[in-house]
């Protein structure tokens, strides 16, 4: 071998070595962005999964936006800012519109609706509530409970006045004393008994479950769905991760929660809210993603929907819920 050959040797020898020791160089995570809304049913899988790791160890960049009503969400999702989103119950009202594919379930909102009332002026009972003003933000899982609580203590919804806000405007205007009740969801229900003293929690959504169970959960883009499958579903793993650990450890989770995301939020609070959802392990929801009961919860809600709107042709839920997704990714 003469020197040329050596060095040409020798050095291919050592430049494979160094390959091979060196540490393998990052792959780019795959961006999704992703809306929120800032409650424990909804976000709480979210920000779990981002502090331990679960949508990173999936190879995903989640970009976060909050939002203060499921309705803006979608708006957003519609007009092309956003990718996927996780909401509560509007999860039932825009896919059955053509406009978004559902794929992954967070909870059932057992008791996340609440329905206070100002004693002070002189409402103490659901009777008080005729031709009274009733503030929420409409089209949204406190007003799919609202519209369930008053049929059921014979009161037609048409015999009050809804006053469409935002949620915290909604509050605001019942603790200013603008309107004698609210119907909203946690963790608002934490403000208003801490400036209304003499409130009264006439009831929440437990009273009417689980005929009247509503779920929350994830939509994707139209757009989205079909060519990011695969994202999806490392999505849903990471998602899977984290929804586990929450139901192994709820006290541990709660307080993590409480102390990362929700510092101005008493833990005592966080731990209702917590109790006023109904989680089940990744294993658990499979069972339910093919027998058809989430199916069914998906479409009662619907259907509340589409009537309040007045639409009679719309996409059932069978249509814009795909199970398949989950069921390929949890095995």
């Given at each position: 071998m003469d020197r040329r050959q050596f060095l040409t040797t020798t050095a291919g020898a050592a430049l494979g070595g160094f390959v091979a020791s060196?540490?393998?160089?990052?792959?780019?995570?795959?961006?999704?962005?992703?809306?929120?809304?800032?409650?424990?049913?909804?976000?709480?899988?979210?920000?779990?999964?981002?502090?331990?790791?679960?949508?990173?160890?999936?190879?995903l960049n989640l970009e976060l936006r909050q939002f203060n009503t499921g309705l803006e969400i979608f708006q957003a999702l519609i007009g092309g800012s956003l990718d996927v989103l996780s909401t509560g119950a509007v999860l039932s009202n825009f896919p059955a519109r053509g406009q978004g594919k559902v794929f992954l379930i967070n909870d059932i909102e057992v008791a996340t609706a609440h329905l206070w009332v100002r004693s002070d002026q002189g409402i103490k009972s659901f009777a008080d509530l005729k031709g009274k003003r009733i503030a929420t933000a409409?089209?949204?899982?406190?007003?799919?409970?609202?519209?369930?609580?008053?049929?059921?203590?014979?009161?037609d919804p048409k015999e009050v006045e809804l006053v469409n806000q935002t949620m915290p405007a909604a509050v605001t205007a019942f603790i200013s004393g603008a309107v004698p009740a609210v119907a909203l969801w946690v963790p608002f229900n934490v403000t208003v008994r801490d400036k209304v003293p003499g409130a009264i929690k006439l009831a929440d959504a437990s009273a009417y479950y689980p005929q009247a169970a509503i779920i929350g959960g994830w939509a994707a883009a139209n757009d989205y769905y079909e060519p990011n499958k695969e994202t999806l579903g490392k999505l849903i793993k990471g998602?899977?991760?984290?929804?586990?650990?929450?139901?192994?450890?709820?006290?541990?989770?709660?307080?993590?929660?409480?102390?990362?995301?929700?510092?101005?939020?008493?833990?005592?609070?966080?731990?209702?809210?917590?109790?006023?959802?109904?989680?089940?392990?990744?294993?658990?929801?499979?069972?339910?993603?093919?027998?058809?009961?989430?199916?069914?919860?998906?479409?009662?809600?619907?259907?509340?929907?589409?009537?309040?709107?007045?639409?009679?042709?719309?996409?059932?839920?069978?249509k814009y819920f795909d199970p398949s997704l989950y069921l390929k990714a949890i095995s």
């Open positions: 060196a540490p393998a160089i990052a792959q780019a995570k795959t961006k999704v962005r992703v809306g929120y809304l800032h409650t424990v049913a909804v976000d709480g899988q979210i920000w779990t999964g981002m502090d331990r790791g679960s949508f990173d160890k999936q190879g409409t089209g949204t899982t406190a007003h799919v409970f609202l519209d369930k609580a008053l049929r059921a203590n014979n009161i998602w899977a991760e984290a929804n586990d650990y929450i139901v192994a450890n709820p006290a541990e989770a709660m307080e993590k929660l409480q102390k990362g995301h929700y510092s101005q939020t008493p833990l005592a609070d966080i731990n209702e809210s917590f109790k006023a959802q109904k989680m089940f392990t990744s294993s658990e929801w499979k069972k339910y993603y093919t027998d058809g009961t989430v199916t069914n919860w998906l479409q009662q809600t619907t259907d509340f929907f589409m009537a309040n709107a007045g639409i009679k042709d719309f996409t059932p839920a069978s």
